[in-house]
């Protein structure tokens, strides 16, 4: 089986910064594209950022020139770092990945977690 665990969420004050990470573990044979997304309390889960394994990214309008999307193909680990962070960017965060399988890829979710810019 394969795990994505999240890290890095907490509290912090508009303007700070803070820096998810995604580790991927289990019977991995390669990862494909990884992506975070995020939901807002009573709001549909949108994607924040893309990457894929040979580091092209794509972004979400709503966090371009504040937001790097980055991972460590050797470690499976993806990582968000968030600067400038904005009340409107309260969500919970989750990663998401095409990881392959038994020579199939197959997507997984991390559990998520939580991020909070108070206003």
């Known amino acids: 089986q394969v795990q994505l665990v999240e890290s890095g969420g907490g509290l912090v004050q508009p303007g700070g910064s803070l820096r998810l990470s995604c580790a991927a573990s289990g019977s991995i044979l390669s990862i494909g594209v990884m992506n975070w997304y995020r939901q807002a309390p009573e709001k549909e889960r949108e994607l924040v950022a893309a990457?894929?394994?040979?580091?092209?990214?794509t972004y979400a309008d709503s966090v371009k020139g504040r937001f790097t999307i980055s991972r460590d193909n050797a470690k499976n680990t993806m990582y968000l770092q968030m600067n400038s962070l904005k009340p409107e960017d309260t969500a919970v965060y989750y990663c998401?990945?095409?990881?392959?399988?038994?020579?199939?890829?197959?997507?997984?979710w991390g559990q998520g977690t939580q991020v909070t810019v108070p206003s």
């Open positions: 998401n990945a095409n990881v392959l399988v038994n020579r199939r890829y197959q997507t997984y």
């Open positions: 990457i894929t394994s040979g580091l092209s990214t």
